[in-house]
């Protein structure tokens, strides 16, 4: 195989996953097969280019690149910037200064964003430049793909959670409520579903923001939960909406923070847990109850990484790298599900992914506070295999 005399960069955007450095890892790795010069890595992102803040990856010993993919966390530092025709300008300069032809972008709705961006003001540049935007996002809210790496871990995470918050609830029964990460899809709140193990385990209830959340119905929800079992488990997406479609957290919050590409901060606070405990304690008449907000604890969790996520993370890197050297083409990898569980993976335009969000299939939502068996079978090869556990 002839090698192509020209330069890459990687780099790493929105918020980290525990298995976002197996991506980095995998680009870096098979990148080497294919280029004989420079591998350079950006820090914070695209932040990093205008900054001309690179690490060298080219030579970088790959018993220590191990270790780095099996490390939670962007391993480059992230950012949040939003790219414009200015900051592309200065984007470019850099890029051309280290003759740079390759682009690999791993991020989630705002990188495929950014990637689009890019990519546009790159041709009208007639600057020859393959962007591959390379998928992450613990949301799994990515259109086109079967699903995310670093959804795997975090459900993994948040069903591991639920199991032992469950076992707490049952010891010393009362109400419970976990609030989940999830703006627009239900996704890593569904995933709770996998900490039942028999009939009367929780989560009880389960509140997705795909349906019209009402707090008087919320309150009569848990009451007859805990009239029947003498406790309930709840998890509720932090970007649960009322009928008209305006978060809950909004409505209660007094002051909004919005990030560069206008997102509202949802996890800031333990407001929307403090608010619905609140209302059970006043209209429910039980006294013990409890909320948490799981936030950034679902993102990069050390112990508890599910096998086939990394994996799957590592391969997707590779398989960007592989897309990019077929010829001049630019795009967004996505993974396909065939029979009981195998991925293939593809290469979709840019515009077929960026400036979008999908959301939980009908077929995975029962009623308003449950999930189907379907949404179970979905979920399970992703995550893997969960602590036994067993009652006396």
């Keep these: 195989m002839n090698k192509i005399k020209t330069n890459a960069l990687v780099l790493q955007a929105g918020g980290p996953t525990a298995v976002i450095n197996q991506t980095l890892v995998g680009i870096v790795l098979e990148a080497r097969k294919y280029l004989t010069c420079k591998i350079y890595g950006s820090r914070h992102g695209i932040a990093g280019v205008v900054k001309q803040d690179f690490v060298d990856l080219t030579d970088y010993p790959a018993d220590k ?107 010393l029964p009362g109400v419970y409520i976990g609030v989940v990460m999830g703006r627009h899809a239900g996704f890593l709140t569904a995933s709770s579903i996998l900490a039942k193990k028999y009939p009367d385990d929780g989560p009880h209830l389960i509140y ?70 609140d209302e059970i304690k006043a209209k429910a008449e039980i006294k013990r109850v409890r909320a948490d907000t799981l936030g950034y604890l679902q993102r990069s969790f050390l112990g508890c990484v599910s096998e086939t996520d990394a994996k799957e993370a590592r391969e997707v890197g590779a398989q960007a790298v592989r897309f990019a050297m077929s010829g001049d083409v630019d795009g967004s990898v996505v993974m396909r599900r065939a ?48 602590p036994a556990v067993c009652r006396l």
Excluded at 216 to 233: A, L, M, P, Q, S
């Design 339 to 386: 029979g009981d569980y195998k991925i293939s993976y593809e290469l979709v335009e840019l515009s077929r992914v960026a400036g979008g969000t999908t959301t939980m299939a009908d077929e995975f939502i029962e009623g308003a506070n449950g999930v189907t068996q379907k949404f179970v079978d979905y979920i399970r090869p992703l995550v893997g295999e969960l």
């Design 208 to 277: 997705l923001p795909e349906k019209p959340f009402n707090i008087i119905r919320f309150v009569e929800d848990v009451k007859n939960v805990y009239k029947k079992y003498g406790r309930c488990v709840v998890a509720v997406s932090e970007g649960v909406a009322d009928e008209d479609g305006v978060p809950i957290a909004i409505k209660l919050s007094k002051q909004i923070e919005r990030d560069a590409h206008g997102n509202v901060q949802l996890s800031g606070s333990g407001m929307l847990g403090d608010l619905l405990a």
């Design 65 to 171: 690149l191990e270790l780095i993919a099996r490390t939670p966390g962007s391993a480059l530092g992230s950012t949040r910037d939003r790219a414009d025709d200015e900051y592309c300008k200065k984007m470019f300069a850099i890029l051309k200064m280290h003759s740079i032809k390759f682009l690999f972008f791993i991020g989630g709705n705002d990188g495929a964003s950014n990637c689009g961006i890019i990519n546009a003001a790159a041709k009208a540049d007639n600057y020859e430049l393959r962007v591959i935007h390379v998928p992450k996002t613990i949301d799994n809210d990515l259109l086109e793909t079967d699903h995310c790496p670093g959804f795997g871990s975090a459900a993994k995470f948040v069903a591991s959670a639920f199991a032992g918050v469950n076992l707490d609830n049952a010891s």
